[in-house]
């Protein structure tokens, strides 16, 4: 199987709704091939996961998407895709800051507890498989003030250095590349281990948010439907989907 090149082409926006729905928009017009990037300066109607949005002041973040050839991936092996996403970037992170970075369930990327990137990943479909997929990264790059002061941050708050975008670019999409590479070379055991060995608060007690109640729980894994794994302190071990459930601490 041939491995497509990531960042073979570059598309530079100054403002768009969302880079993801630009990218959608050129696949239904079959005007984009696979490895190609669009990023924009701004985002009127940045998306994040939790139908919530993605906020970034213009020109001092990355905002990117890049739309690749997953039609090698099974339907059940689906959010391995995300595992990878989620590994690159954070290795990508991990070479810039040279700290260490967190990955919270399910891709969140984090440097000392405060959030410094997100994922979205939107994949189209051919009948029942996988074609083709967007992957949608908001890294927070050359910002310092944030809204929720105490939840983000940024590769300047972090170092006190400012960064060429495009230099992260080129960084993030060898990242990328090679993590994805793993997934289609189905190593999908290393994928899993190596997400689980820099999944935050694995194994350790927390408290956790679900239908407005809190209570204590331990994440035990995150398993290949990409549900969280929580066990209670009454033993048992409960399932959460991503919009069910809220770390509080
Ligand atoms: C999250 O909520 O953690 C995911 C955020 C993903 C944001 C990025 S920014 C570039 C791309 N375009 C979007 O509209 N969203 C993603």
């Keep these: 199987m041939k491995s497509q090149s990531f960042g073979n082409q570059i598309i530079k926006l100054s403002s768009v709704d969302s880079t993801n729905n630009y990218t959608a928009k050129l696949v239904n017009q079959s005007k984009i091939s696979f490895g190609t990037v669009i990023m924009a300066d701004f985002q009127t109607k940045g998306k994040g996961q939790r139908s919530l949005f993605w906020n970034s002041d213009k020109g001092l973040n990355l905002l990117f998407s890049i739309y690749i050839d997953t039609s090698f991936l099974k339907p059940d092996n689906i959010f391995y895709l995300s595992k990878s996403v989620a590994l690159g970037l954070r290795q990508c992170v991990g070479n810039i800051i040279g700290k260490e970075v967190l990955i919270k369930w399910p891709n969140d990327i984090q440097v000392n507890k405060k959030k410094i990137a ?36 940024s590769l300047f708050n972090i170092t006190s250095k400012k960064y060429n975008i495009d230099s992260i670019v080129r960084l993030l999409c060898s990242s990328l590349h090679t993590s994805i590479n793993e997934l289609r070379l189905g190593k999908l055991n290393e994928i ?20 407005k109640i809190e209570f204590k729980g331990k994440i035990i894994k995150v398993d290949d439907n990409g549900l969280l794994n929580l066990e209670l302190k009454n033993g048992d071990i409960k399932k959460y989907k991503l919009k069910q459930i809220k770390l509080v601490l």
């Design 192 to 211: 899993d281990k190596d997400y689980h060995d820099f999944l935050f608060n694995l194994n350790k007690w927390a408290l956790y948010e679900y239908e």
């Design 118 to 153: 997100g994922v979205l990943i939107e994949n189209q479909w051919k009948s029942n498989n996988v074609s083709s997929s967007i992957i949608g990264i908001g890294l927070n790059v050359n910002q310092s003030n944030f809204p929720l002061e105490n939840k983000a941050s």
